[in-house]
Nanobody, 124 residues
Framework: QVQLVESGGRLVQAGDSLRLSCAASGRTLGRNAMGWFRQALGKEREFVATITWSGLTTSYADSVKDRFTISRDNAKNTVYLQMNSLKPEDTAVYYC?????????????????WGQGTQVTVSS
């Protein structure tokens, strides 16, 4: 069993940067691919970024490519999402998720463990 806790979300202005963290407990994340998803009010949860267990390969949604960076520190059991050049349309609850395999995926159905989410609000 893996428990995930996100942190770092807050109110920022357009153009600002923010780093989200996802701390895992209950089991080490060394062999789990990880992902970040987000859900805006009234919309479905959507893929943001994913990373393999090694951290060597990543993938991003087109809407965040070149602005967001996913990374991980397996020694700290933590995954990060660095968000730069934030836009009002990035406003959402951001969720961290873990797979039970090493391969990354953009599909939320492929993730077994989920955190409770952290709110990111970007004002214009």
């Amino acid at each position: 069993q893996v428990q995930l806790v996100e942190s770092g979300g807050r109110l920022v202005q357009a153009g600002d940067s923010l780093r989200l963290s996802c701390a895992a407990s209950g089991r080490t994340l060394g062999r789990n691919a990880m992902g970040w998803f987000r859900q805006a009010l009234g919309k479905e949860r959507e893929f943001v970024a994913t990373i393999t267990w090694s951290g060597l390969t990543t993938s991003y949604a087109d809407s965040v490519k070149d602005r967001f960076t996913i990374s991980r520190d397996n020694a700290k059991n933590t995954v990060y999402l660095q968000m730069n050049s934030l836009k009002p349309e990035d406003t959402a609850v951001y969720y961290c998720a873990a797979r039970t395999v090493v391969f990354m995926s953009p599909s939320r159905d492929q993730y077994t463990y989920w955190g409770q989410g952290t709110q990111v609000t970007v004002s214009s």
